[in-house]
């Protein structure tokens, strides 16, 4: 099969180029979510369009000798201005999608192939990526990536919420907890809780069953403060509630995040409890606050996604409790750069 592969740079295509764009977007998005509504094309845009200084991003596409989008490969790694790049400065993130026609023929070989020659040239030696479809666990398997962590995205139905559950968990965690209150914050974190909620969401982040993950988090106040910019910039908004102590000190916290123009549904982001504050109910405290909220202030949304580690049994219960269901797995992976090199013949 002929194709060629050329660099994506969103900044820099001329209009008529996102029709073509849109086409293998939405191709792929129904094959993979074939129950959902399309994305939204202005939002494709504008988060294709998004800035990240503190990372190298780029993109690939693979197209027929008609002009045809018919693969996508996309490489991140930190820079030495991130600050979690200590923690992740041997890694690479790499994800390649082909449409289901043009698989097996060695396009996606080609555009790994591409992405790695990145890594190699930024002295990567892990590359880390992830699928939740079956034809993308094959081609991981067929080149030798290690599972490190098995995860599903999982589902809640509003429809299907037990509202009388719900206001119980609340009524609980408040009399469980004295003294303790609910705080919240619409997409800026306010100054003075600044450092020590991130440091907390930083936490909560590397609490979580990692497997054999080796990306880890490490948040600070200036990395805040450019991610709530980049969502302003793409028309995404984000709500936070957390958990405040007597003593004022943050003990949990949970968030959601949303773009209006996708309004039939909103994802659930991070929950997480300090473990010397465990045992009190403040993750169903919260959770149950969240979703009343959601229910309250988003009339439309019809659905809660979240994601989660099939080993994260604390969270897993929770949520089965308040309704979620499995949708699809979502499994990461991982390589080793030199062996994988010498696979693809590098």
Known sequence: M???????KPREVPDEFWEGYFEFIE??????????????????????????????VKRWLAYTPENKIIGW????????????????????QINVRVLKNYRRKGLGTELLKTALKEAIALDRTTIETGTDHEAGAAFLKHYGAQLTIEGAENRLE???VDWDLMQSWIDEGAKRAPGVTIEEFDNICPEVIIDEYVEMFTEALNMQPLGETEGRANIDAE??????????????????????EPDGRISGLTDIYFDPRDGDRIHQG?????????????????????????????PDV????????????????INKRMGFKRYKGEDGYKFKTEELAKKLGL
């Open 2 to 8: 002929k194709f060629r592969i050329k660099e994506f």
């Open 27 to 56: 191709s792929n998005h129904r094959e993979m979510n074939p129950d959902d509504p399309l994305p939204s094309r202005e939002g494709i845009i504008q988060r294709q369009k998004a800035d990240y200084p503190d990372y190298t």
């Open 73 to 92: 490969v996309g490489f991140g790694a930190s820079k030495e201005t991130a600050s979690d790049h200590e923690e992740n400065k041997h890694i690479a």
């Open 158 to 160: 509003m429809e299907d």
């Open 223 to 244: 990395a805040w403060r450019k991610n709530e910019q980049r969502r302003g910039e793409t028309g995404q908004k984000n709500y936070a509630m957390y958990t405040k």
């Open 270 to 298: 991070l929950t997480g409890v300090r473990p010397k504050f465990r045992g009190k109910g403040l993750g169903k405290w919260l959770k149950a606050k969240m979703i009343f909220h959601i229910k309250e202030n988003y």
């Open 302 to 317: 019809q659905r809660i996604l979240t994601g989660n580690a099939e080993t994260n049994e604390a969270m897993l219960s």
